[in-house]
């Protein structure tokens, strides 16, 4: 009997370790911090994925991957596994600080900074005053854009004009022979 016991001991730790291996693993490809505890995540490796996030004031939406606890602050992390870069893009910068913004008014606090993973590297993106500035500039160039208006075709790349969805309605067309 006690060695029955011991078997099942050891195998239990065993297998506890084999969970512990698995989770340090997945963290660190989400680059989620091991000391972090997940509070939102849009992924479908969870079984309930998290509703968007919205905001009112700024009329924005969005789902970060993760949003997690660290030491009480509360950390949105994007994840991008096949972006590979020495510095994070800058695309990808303003979707992290649009997501401190839908945080701060979801969560009722600012997120001091975010994290950006990349296939091999994780970015820590700090969310500055002159970051929420260019973010809010983003946002209102965005809005402006988004106004319907006449906006003439590109002639750069005709290629983009020949596979356009909206070529038969389009009364600008590129000859076939540009």
């Known amino acids: 009997m006690n060695t029955l016991l011991g078997i099942l001991v050891v195998a239990s730790l065993v297998g506890a370790f084999v969970l512990l291996v698995i989770s340090m693993q997945q963290r660190k490809q989400t680059g989620v911090p091991f000391s ?4 939102y995540a849009d992924t479908g490796a969870w079984q309930k994925i998290e509703q968007p996030l919205f905001s009112r004031r700024h009329q924005l939406a969005g789902k970060p991957d993760y949003i997690v606890d660290v030491n009480g602050a509360t950390i949105p992390i994007e994840v991008k ?5 020495p510095t994070p893009r800058e695309s990808d910068v303003m979707q992290l600080a649009a997501y401190s913004l839908l945080i701060e008014e979801n969560f009722g606090t600012m997120p001091p900074h975010g994290l950006l993973k990349y296939r091999d590297a994780v970015f820590q993106i700090d ?52």
Do not use: W, Y
């Open 81 to 85: 596994p096949t972006r590979t870069a």
């Open 36 to 39: 972090a505890r997940i509070v």
């Open 127 to 178: 969310f500055t005053d002159e970051l929420r500035a260019r973010l809010h500039a983003l946002l209102n160039a965005m809005r402006a854009d988004a106004t319907p208006r006449q906006v003439d075709r590109s002639h750069a790349e005709p290629a983009r004009c020949r596979a356009c969805g909206f070529r038969a309605e389009c009364k600008q067309v590129l000859d076939e022979k540009q």
